[in-house]
């Protein structure tokens, strides 16, 4: 595969009520570097980056290295992206960019 499933990261801000209104937090669970699993994690790359530029983070946890990570989001389908601020939702196998845009607003 060719891409790597590092986290993309930006500054997180300064003030948790900036945070709640301005940031995203997202967790990406996969089962290791699948290709099922790199393919969500470009296509929520693109998205983020398209849609919003400099006001995320994605978090990766792969769930073959600590499966017990899984029970605090009660995920029961990888992979699966959860949007922890601006509030909690999931999106299992992360949704084609229409289906996700409509989630994540």
């Known amino acids: 595969m060719s891409t790597n499933l590092t986290p993309a990261t930006h500054p997180l801000p300064s003030s948790p009520a900036k945070a709640a209104t301005d940031y995203w937090d997202l967790r990406l669970y996969v089962a290791g570097q699948t290709e099922h699993s790199v393919h969500a994690f470009d296509n ?62």
Do not use: S
Not at 44 to 52: D, G, V
Not at 56 to 71: G, H, N, S, T
Not at 78 to 90: F, S
Not at 92 to 104: K, N
């Open 44 to 105: 929520l790359n693109k998205i983020c980056e398209q849609h919003l530029a400099g006001k995320y983070r994605i978090e990766v946890i792969d769930l073959l290295r600590d499966p017990k990570l899984a029970r605090g989001d009660q995920i029961v389908a990888l992979p699966t992206l959860v949007r922890k601020l601006p509030e909690p939702i999931r999106n299992h196998g992360v949704a084609p960019r229409p289906r996700f845009l409509a989630i994540a607003q």
